[in-house]
């Protein structure tokens, strides 16, 4: 049974409008459930069942056929409202954009297909801990593996039904290794541990997955690579997610400009104005560098070639945290104390966006990254 809204948007307008229309019921609950900092399950109970977990999904295995863009525009616009709520949907939308990525390129992906759109499954990724070197244990038995870890953030896994994970292989046949694999959360030996208490997007429910002697069957592997030498399939993997998660960034810095033209309007003291102003370059630079990712993404059709492509994408992710961050603390600079207060959105947003500095890559690795790159090095040594 598809959980599609049968509105069935089919524009990036009609997909904007029907975000909106959640997002406005969203807002009422959102600083709530920030100061609880518990993750809103009523709100992905809906996403669920009015079709946006399933947007990237193509039509004819059941989703909503969004493009990659239009995915962009849904978090984008959903953050303007819940910022917690964008920021996890990005990160179980990226997963999708992954296996759309795998079938425009001729690859099965029908089985996590279904499993979004016709079962309702949220996926969680741990990419944010695993990187090239991933992290625990993992012992070879018939059958399959066992294995073992701790994996932190891990945005919505308490709504999550599926962990898109990894594990650190060290005694491989062929050396240090890691295995790429699905794990449903209702395995033997998965649990969360409530460790997510942080400064901002305290809504997100990112706690940690534990994987205490869990097993996970061949046919669950998706990949084994050798650890610590960059692989192809982070070629896949950034150029789908940095797009969508700088997207919802950019919601937020919308919100905040929303807020302090709404508190500032009409003023003309030379301070507001020249404020306002630097707000808006930052707002700027924020909307372009993320649309250039989308124009490099070509909606999921770029090529896995060990070219600029993916250095370029991470750059860009360093560009528009730089530019949304100025701009929510330039909103709150410009609206002055009103700004600074608890009382205020801009105070709930500014804590919210600087969690766009934790997504991969941080600027130092970056910018190590692309320097590599640039000389014509493996992107990781």
């Not at 795998?102 to 279904?114: E, M, N, T």
């Amino acid at each position: 049974m598809t959980l599609m809204d049968t509105t069935n948007p089919t524009t990036t307008a009609d997909w904007t409008e029907h975000a909106s229309s959640i997002g406005a019921d969203l807002r009422a609950h959102a600083a709530s459930y920030d100061a609880a900092g518990e993750i809103s399950r009523p709100a992905f109970e809906r996403l669920r069942a009015e079709g946006l977990t399933s947007a990237l999904v193509p039509v004819e295995f059941g989703g909503g056929g969004a493009s990659h863009s239009d995915m962009g525009a849904i978090l984008r616009t959903l953050a303007r409202f819940d910022p917690a709520v964008a920021v996890t949907l990005s990160m179980h939308s990226h997963l999708v954009a992954f296996q759309v990525w795998r079938h425009k390129h001729g690859q099965d992906a029908s089985k996590i297909f279904g499993k979004v759109a016709e079962e309702g499954a949220i996926l969680v990724s741990t990419g944010a801990s695993d990187w090239v070197g991933s992290n625990g244990t993992v012992e070879k038995v018939e059958g399959g593996y066992r294995v073992n870890a701790r994996k932190t953030p891990a945005s919505g896994c308490e709504v999550g039904q599926i962990a898109i994970t990894s594990f650190r292989w060290d005694t491989a046949p062929d050396g240090p290794s890691v295995i790429h694999c699905a794990v449903p959360f209702a395995s033997d030996g998965v649990s969360i541990d409530q460790t997510w208490d942080t400064m901002g997007l305290r809504a997100t429910g990112s706690h940690t997955i534990v994987f205490d002697n869990v097993f996970v069957p061949d046919a669950a592997v998706s990949l084994v690579r050798p650890a610590d030498v960059w692989h192809p399939v982070w070629n896949i993997v950034i150029n789908a997610a940095m797009p969508l998660i700088s997207s919802a960034y950019v919601g937020i810095a919308d919100a905040a400009v929303d807020e302090a033209m709404r508190l500032v309007g009409g003023r003309d003291d030379r301070h507001i104005v020249q404020l306002v102003g630097e707000m808006t370059n930052a707002h700027l630079t924020a909307q372009d560098v993320v649309a250039a990712m989308f124009v490099d993404s070509d909606n999921l059709q770029y090529p896995n070639t060990d070219d600029s492509i993916s250095s370029r994408t991470l750059a860009r992710k360093s560009v528009a945290a730089d530019a949304v961050i100025d701009t929510v603390r330039l909103a709150i600079e410009a609206t002055g104390g009103r700004g600074y207060s608890r009382s205020s959105d801009l105070e709930r947003l500014y804590r919210d966006v600087h969690g766009v500095l934790f997504h991969p890559l941080p600027r130092a690795k970056q910018t190590t990254l692309s320097g590599r790159v640039a000389l014509g090095l493996s992107p990781v040594g």
